[in-house]
T-cell receptor, first 113, second 117 residues
């Protein structure tokens, strides 16, 4: 079945550091890929998405490229801020039937000033 | 656009009572809504898929008689936790998919924290 594996956290960085959170997936066909962010006590917000191979999703300085050959969708940001502290979820949608989302386990990111 | 609300944002109830949580799509029609449960420091667990005008589809291991889902309109789905017990305490999150879109994107509500005493 479909699955998503994220780099284990927690991740702690200093402000202005470079961020990478790894995400790989297993799926049949060509899923859409997403990164969602969850701030404490809140629901999930879509951070970025990519719907086909080689697409690059970007938002708020974050980027991720849909790599079919490596089945990956790694999240990157060149210079993180304290306000980026949150939990990040990688997810895929298989685009069939109910189009359920399959989530990774989440990566907790803490940015220290 | 694509805003999803949940009500209430938190609720505390006594063991044995029932609690209803509402999920609304505020500015779009949602033929499909999803209900998730999240335990502390864990990922989201899909409980059920709710389709407007039809019965919900529950994931394996989720008791349909305990977690009643109703999707009576294109903008409202409700989750009722019947005869709640302390082990039902959790963070419940709903999401909705915009009718007619095919990329699988879901828009999430802010969540409802349920505490059963």
């Amino acid at each position: 079945g479909n699955s998503v594996t994220q780099m284990e956290g927690p991740v702690t960085l200093s402000e202005e550091a470079f961020l990478t959170i790894n995400c790989t997936y297993t799926a049949t066909g060509y899923p859409s890929l997403f990164w969602y962010v969850q701030y404490p006590g809140e629901g999930l917000q879509l951070l970025l998405k990519a719907t086909k191979a080689d697409d690059k999703g970007s938002n708020k300085g974050f980027e991720a490229t849909y790599r079919k050959e490596t089945t990956s969708f790694h999240l990157e940001k060149g210079s993180v801020q304290v306000s980026d502290s949150a939990v990040y979820f990688c997810a895929l949608s298989d685009l069939s039937g109910a189009q359920k989302l399959v989530f990774g386990q989440g990566t907790r990111l803490t940015i220290n000033p | 656009g694509a805003v999803v609300s949940q009500h209430p944002s938190w609720v505390i109830c006594k063991s044995g009572t029932s609690v209803k949580i509402e999920c609304r799509s505020l500015d779009f029609q949602a033929t499909t809504m999803f209900w998730y449960r999240q335990f502390p420091k864990q990922s989201l667990m899909l409980m059920a898929t709710s389709n407007e005008g039809s019965k919900a589809t529950y994931e394996q291991g989720v008791e349909k008689d305990k977690f009643l889902i109703n999707h009576a309109s294109l903008t409202l789905s409700t989750l009722t936790v019947t005869s709640a017990h302390p082990e039902d305490s959790s963070f419940y999150i709903c999401s909705a998919r915009v009718a007619g879109t095919g990329n699988g994107e879901q828009f999430f509500g802010p969540g409802t924290r349920l505490t059963v005493l």
